[in-house]
């Protein structure tokens, strides 16, 4: 059938709210109502005038309730945001099942957002919850450390950015802070101790700390990254090779080198 909603032809179901046919997606869909301006599950409208429960139907007694929140729905099941809640309550809970200060923001944030299907969707990823586990429990370091102690992923470069925007972690620069893991990374595959730990001098006391000196305040780009990273491999492979007699060695960096 073709969907009152959003007009597509879809497999439908009648609603009971509005007595049209409506599609799955349309059924999950949130959107700010065109009514009362909050951000809800569309019950009726369309897509470019949506229309949530109560400004679809006002009459109360039409609607079940939520049995936490009392939010009208269809059903008498918790409703998405109270499963969030329940959901967030469980994760950061501390040994005495209280959420602690330090995840207090965190907590707040995600349990205001204005799509909770998302949030908790988010949070039922194992790697996810996992790590937001430990931080409830003090088995994790509340800190941009205990992050960088799990493998690189964009799951967790998607956390620790959430942890920045609700301010539960402090803001860092995370192109300069993936520089010195990728140097220490790739200098510790280098077998020579002697030529490595000249290398390791050239990479952190000149190469790092000349941008450090040129960025002041600012963070790093990506186009600087990507330049000391070929300078620090163009000096591993003049360690490897024989450099010819009276070469200085490390290589010399031009001026406007870590501006890419």
Known sequence: MICAICGRSAY?????????????????????????????????G???????AICTRPDPAFWQCCPTCGQHQLSTR?????????????????RDGDVRAELRGLHDNLAGSERPNLVL????????????????????ALSHAGLDELPASKPIEHLRAILVATSTLPPRDEHLARL????????????????????????????L???????????????????VQRHV????????????????????????????
């Open 209 to 227: 700390r000349r941008l450090r000196q040129r960025d002041n305040a600012a963070h790093a780009t990506h186009a600087q990254v990507v330049t």
């Open 233 to 260: 491999r163009a000096a591993i492979a003049c360690s490897t090779d024989s450099a010819p007699a009276g070469a200085p060695w490390p290589p010399p960096v031009r001026q406007t080198s870590t501006h890419g």
């Open 180 to 207: 010195e893991r990728w140097i220490a990374r790739t200098l510790a595959e280098h077998g020579d101790p002697e030529q490595r730990q000249l290398l390791h001098r050239y990479a952190v006391w000149h190469l």
């Open 121 to 140: 969707a988010w949070l039922n990823k194992t790697a996810i919850a996992s790590v937001l586990r430990e931080f409830g429990t003090g088995q994790r």
């Open 78 to 94: 918790s409703c998405t945001r109270c499963n969030l809640r329940q959901r967030l309550a469980t994760l950061l809970a501390d």
């Open 46 to 52: 369309t897509l470019t005038k949506p229309l949530c």
């Open 12 to 44: 439908c179901e009648i609603s009971q709210a509005t007595s049209r046919p409506w599609c799955k997606a349309c059924q999950k869909r949130r959107a700010r109502c065109a009514g009362c301006r909050r951000v809800e599950l569309i019950r009726g």
